[in-house]
Structure formats: C-alpha cells, structure tokens
C-alpha cells in the first residue's frame, strides 16, 4: 500500500469492541469521516490510511487487547509514512495520555464525549507532526447529532441517551460516558422516520439504562412527556414508535429493573411494532451480592417483574445478564443465582466472570474468587442456562416464526444451504429458502414453520410459508445503507471534494 495519492481521498477503518452502544458510535465515526472526505478501505485494498479503534474498558482483557493490536499496526505503519492510528471510546477517556505514552506511534486519542472532534483532530496531527489527545469531562454536542453511516438497510440503531446515574460497584461506565444526558423525544421520533424513509424496518433504541429516560427533562420537559405524570416518558416513547407508519420492529436496551415499571410493560403489550423480547439484566441472584453490587433491586423485584412481563405477553422471550464471581461470592449465593435462572426462564444469558476493572469500588474489596472457583461457577452457569434455553427453545417447534432476514448472523449459511434472520421475539433462526432460493434479500420478511431447536438458536427446514419483498431488500439489493446527516460546522474535509448531495426527506438535522 501507498499513502493517498494527490487528489485522491484518503482511506478509513474502523475497528470496533464492546457493547451496542460502541457499535453505533462506530456507525457516527464512519459518517464523521466520510463527510469530512474520507473513504472507506475495501476489505481487499491492503491497509487503510486511517485506522480507528473504537474501544471498551468493561472487560480486564481490554487494555491488553488494544496495545496487542497498536502493537501489530507498528510496523505496518513505520513502512507506509503518512498512515494515522486513532484510539477512541471508553479505554481511550480512561487511559487518556496512557496510550501515547504507551504506544508513541498513536496520532490521536480522543474520548466518548468529543467523538465529533475526530476529523479535526487528524488533520492537526498531520500539520502538527505529533501526537493530538483530548478528552472532554462532559459532552460538547449530543453524539446523535453528527452523520452517520448506518450499516444496515433493514435495522438501526437510535441512541436516546448518554451516560449513566447508576452507581454499580463492578461498572467503569459512568466514570467514561459520565451522568445520563437524555435526547428530547421530538429528535428521537425524527431520526426514527429519517431511517424508516431510507427503508429500515427495526430500530433498537439504546441507552445505559433506557427506563430512566426522562429525568433528564425536568419541568422543562415535553407538555405529555414529564415522569411522574401518567406514564413515564420511556413508555411514552414506546407508544410513539408505533405511530410511526412503516417502522415494523421496535426493540430496546438495556434497561434496569429497579426503574422498570408497569406502563413500560403495558406499552411493550399495547405496541403492536414493540417486539416482545426484553433483555433485563440480573447480575446476581444472592440478595447479598446485589447490595454489595449496589443494585437496587432484590431477586424478588425481579422474579416480579419477570412475572408481570409473562403475564402481559406470554410469548417474550427474555434474556439477561450474570456476573460469576463477585468478590465475597460465597456458594450459598451462587447457588441463589441458579434458582433465579430457573425460575426466569431465560431464552438466552450474556454470562461472564466478574473481571477487576481499575477505578471502580469492587476492585479492592475484600473476598477476591479464586480463579478456578470461578472458572468452575462460570461452567455450571453456562450449562444450567443452556438448559433452559434449549427447553424454552423447543417450545417452538412446530410454531410459524416471523424471520426478519440478516446477513451475517448465520456463519454456517454458505455451507447448509440456509439463510438467516431474526424473530420477532429476537431469536436466532436458520431456515431453506426451498423455491425461493435466490429472491429472499436480506431485509426481506419470510414466515416459516420451526423444525429442530438448539439452546442458541432455531432452524427452519421446511419450505417458507410466505415472502414478502420489503423496501429494506430493495435498498440491500441496490447496496445502499441509509445515512443519517448531521451538522459539522468548520470541520475540515480531506481529499478530492465530495458531490452535492441529494435533497433528503426527514429531518436533516436533529
């Protein structure tokens, strides 16, 4: 590879670790460079120009992670002068002027509050020669207000807040995103139709803890949309969604059962585009270790809820998430964890083995697990959770599943011959395309019957019931992905200058 010839716009690629919500930042990167004149490097090109990584610090194998692939970068990059490495996201605003320190050879780091600074940033450190750091405290613009590159025809992602007010004794999050910043309803709702006009038939909304949404409002809130009067405002949200014509799919994460409240239940069953799956976390099911977790729920607020949920639609399927080994984690309180498991039913767990994470409050309490006691709880968790997913999964044999066609979510596709997509409870499921072969886009909706179950997902060998052709299928057929255009004022652009665009309908700015 050479370094961008004159006139030509510089290449870009972003690499990304974490959660949905460093997903969709992603998405906003990549738009950011591309309005700024970027382009993205083909999987074929050789090595890009610019080089993003968009990281976590959750997990104790972040740090190591990252400095091992800057550490492969090094020398790709010392044999092509004029290639730029950036490291932003959560590890980025902890470790701030850490990682040039670290890995001199880094041209930017920036963090989770100033993502739209990135272009400038780039461009000050090619005049500058040297290395540009910033991290803001707090946001300088609301990230859903800057473009972005969406990509999916058929799904999206929408932030409606930032931040977290939380305080769990395991969570470095609120110390990188900081407190919960909420976006105003009428700009959510807005960008919502902007996707659903470019085709997008699913959108999930994202937050740190979804079913605070509102507090952020205060008196000066939207006239219908204030806590504490009627419904909350999330729920309000919920309702609005499924005015919007077109938008098929409504789903949401994440939110915390101790602000999880009735009317959210009664919006997710009174919605008809609201899928029924909720993914609601649990991390422990010893009362004892939820207080030392600061969680403020008790297994039996949570049981509750679950019980409301199933209730008010019986057929949701509900996922979580469980941390194995937090620290004074005795196997009385394990133990707790595994009855609660098998009280709720899951259909699916994200399980992992509690990792110490410098700066947070259980990362010097007393009672660290052995690694091996740990190791050993994990394997329990994992094959109690499997089997009652694979239980709750063979429920459905026999059923007629909705399927929102994917790509890349069935890796064995091109071997077995099968497609792959979604349900509507958010299952994962393979089917034959049988006659169909060919005409199925992803995008596209297709109804079949269930025929075999396994814990992760289901698969569906019969010939499809119905196929219908979708606007999300025609754009995926075409190979457009929607954009959501944002307002940089002043920021500069690199390379050949971009075409005017198109008129857009929707809201061009929100």
Same mark, same amino acid.
């Given at each position: 590879?050479?370094?961008?010839?004159?006139?030509?716009?510089?290449?870009?690629?972003?690499?990304?670790?974490?959660?949905?919500?460093?997903?969709?930042?992603?998405?906003?990167?990549?738009?950011?460079?591309?309005?700024?004149?970027?382009?993205?490097?083909?999987?074929?090109?050789?090595?890009?120009?610019?080089?993003? *990584?968009?990281?976590?610090?959750?997990?104790?194998?972040?740090?190591?992670?990252?400095?091992?692939?800057?550490?492969?970068?090094?020398?790709?990059?010392?044999?092509?002068?004029?290639?730029?490495?950036?490291?932003?996201?959560?590890?980025?605003?902890?470790?701030?002027?850490?990682?040039?320190?670290?890995?001199?050879?880094?041209?930017?780091?920036?963090?989770?509050?100033?993502?739209?600074?990135?272009?400038?940033?780039?461009?000050?450190?090619?005049?500058?020669?040297?290395?540009?750091?910033?991290?803001?405290?707090?946001?300088?613009?609301?990230?859903?207000?800057?473009?972005?590159?969406?990509?999916?025809?058929?799904?999206?992602?929408?932030?409606?807040?930032?931040?977290?007010?939380?305080?769990?004794?395991?969570?470095?999050?609120? /110390?990188?995103?900081?407190?919960?910043?909420?976006?105003?309803?009428?700009?959510?709702?807005?960008?919502?139709?902007?996707?659903?006009?470019?085709?997008?038939?699913?959108?999930?909304?994202?937050?740190?803890?979804?079913?605070?949404?509102?507090?952020?409002?205060?008196?000066?809130?939207?006239?219908?949309?204030?806590?504490?009067?009627?419904?909350?405002?999330?729920?309000?949200?919920?309702?609005?969604?499924?005015?919007?014509?077109?938008?098929?799919?409504?789903? *949401?994460?994440?939110? @915390?059962?101790?602000?999880?409240?009735?009317?959210?239940?009664? /919006?997710?069953?009174?919605?008809?585009?609201?899928?029924?799956?909720?993914?609601?976390?649990?991390?422990?099911?010893?009362?004892?270790?939820?207080?030392?977790?600061?969680?403020?729920?008790?297994?039996?607020?949570?049981?509750?809820?679950?019980?409301?949920?199933?209730?008010?639609?019986?057929?949701?399927?509900?996922?979580?998430?469980?941390?194995?080994?937090?620290?004074?984690?005795?196997?009385?309180?394990?133990?707790?964890?595994?009855?609660?498991?098998?009280?709720?039913?899951?259909?699916?767990?994200?399980?992992?083995?509690?990792?110490?994470?410098?700066?947070?409050?259980?990362?010097?309490?007393?009672?660290?697990?052995?690694?091996?006691?740990?190791?050993?709880?994990?394997?329990?968790?994992?094959?109690?959770?499997?089997?009652?997913?694979?239980?709750?999964?063979?429920?459905?044999?026999?059923?007629?599943?909705?399927?929102?066609? /994917?790509?890349?979510?069935?890796?064995?596709?091109?071997?077995?011959?099968?497609?792959?997509?979604?349900?509507?409870?958010?299952?994962?499921?393979?089917?034959?395309?049988?006659?169909?072969?060919?005409?199925?886009?992803?995008?596209?909706?297709? @109804?079949?019957?269930?025929?075999?179950?396994?814990?992760? @997902?289901?698969?569906?060998?019969?010939?499809?019931?119905?196929?219908?052709?979708?606007?999300?299928?025609?754009?995926?057929?075409?190979?457009?992905?929607?954009?959501?255009?944002?307002?940089?004022?002043?920021?500069?652009?690199?390379?050949?200058?971009?075409?005017?665009?198109?008129?857009?309908?929707?809201?061009?700015? @929100?």
């Amino acid at each position: 590879m050479t370094t961008a010839a004159a006139g030509s716009p510089r290449t870009y690629e972003v690499r990304t670790y974490g959660c949905q919500m460093n997903v969709h930042d992603s998405e906003r990167i990549s738009g950011l460079m591309e309005q700024a004149g970027y382009v993205r490097a083909a999987d074929t090109a050789g090595n890009p120009d610019v080089v993003v *990584f968009n990281t976590c610090a959750v997990r104790e194998n972040a740090d190591n992670r990252l400095y091992g692939n800057l550490g492969h970068l090094r020398p790709v990059k010392d044999k092509h002068p004029g290639m730029q490495i950036a490291v932003g996201g959560c590890l980025a605003q902890k470790d701030r002027g850490d990682i040039v320190r670290k890995a001199p050879w880094v041209d930017v780091v920036f963090g989770t509050h100033n993502i739209g600074s990135l272009p400038v940033l780039l461009e000050r450190a090619r005049h500058n020669a040297a290395a540009e750091v910033e991290i803001l405290e707090s946001l300088d613009v609301f990230p859903s207000t800057l473009p972005t590159r969406r990509e999916s025809t058929y799904a999206g992602w929408v932030s409606i807040s930032v931040g977290c007010n939380n305080t769990c004794t395991f969570c470095i999050v609120p /110390a990188l995103r900081g407190k919960e910043k909420d976006r105003r309803p009428g700009d959510i709702l807005s960008e919502v139709r902007t996707l659903v006009d470019s085709g997008v038939l699913e959108v999930t909304l994202l937050g740190q803890n979804v079913n605070s949404y509102g507090v952020d409002f205060g008196d000066a809130g939207e006239p219908n949309w204030k806590r504490g009067g009627g419904r909350s405002a999330f729920a309000e949200l919920l309702r609005a969604c499924g005015d919007i014509d077109g938008l098929e799919r409504v789903r *949401f994460t994440s939110p @915390h059962p101790k602000d999880f409240t009735d009317d959210v239940i009664a /919006a997710m069953a009174e919605t008809p585009n609201v899928c029924h799956s909720l993914h609601m976390p649990l991390q422990s099911g010893s009362d004892d270790v939820l207080r030392a977790m600061r969680r403020s729920y008790r297994s039996d607020r949570y049981l509750g809820i679950i019980e409301k949920v199933r209730a008010a639609m019986p057929d949701a399927a509900i996922t979580t998430d469980i941390i194995v080994g937090f620290p004074g984690e005795t196997e009385a309180d394990f133990q707790r964890t595994l009855d609660v498991v098998r009280a709720a039913r899951f259909s699916s767990a994200f399980t992992f083995q509690y990792s110490k994470r410098p700066g947070t409050p259980a990362a010097t309490m007393d009672g660290q697990i052995p690694k091996q006691v740990v190791q050993e709880r994990y394997e329990r968790l994992i094959a109690c959770v499997e089997e009652i997913s694979w239980a709750e999964n063979k429920k459905l044999v026999g059923e007629t599943v909705e399927v929102l066609v /994917a790509v890349g979510e069935g890796r064995k596709d091109v071997r077995t011959g099968r497609l792959s997509g979604r349900a509507r409870d958010g299952r994962l499921a393979h089917f034959d395309a049988g006659s169909l072969a060919g005409q199925i886009r992803p995008g596209d909706i297709v @109804h079949t019957t269930v025929t075999y179950a396994a814990p992760h @997902h289901l698969n569906a060998d019969g010939e499809p019931l119905a196929h219908r052709r979708t606007r999300a299928g025609d754009a995926a057929e075409a190979g457009r992905s929607p954009r959501t255009p944002g307002v940089l004022l002043g920021l500069p652009t690199i390379g050949a200058p971009a075409a005017a665009a198109a008129p857009t309908t929707g809201c061009a700015a @929100h």
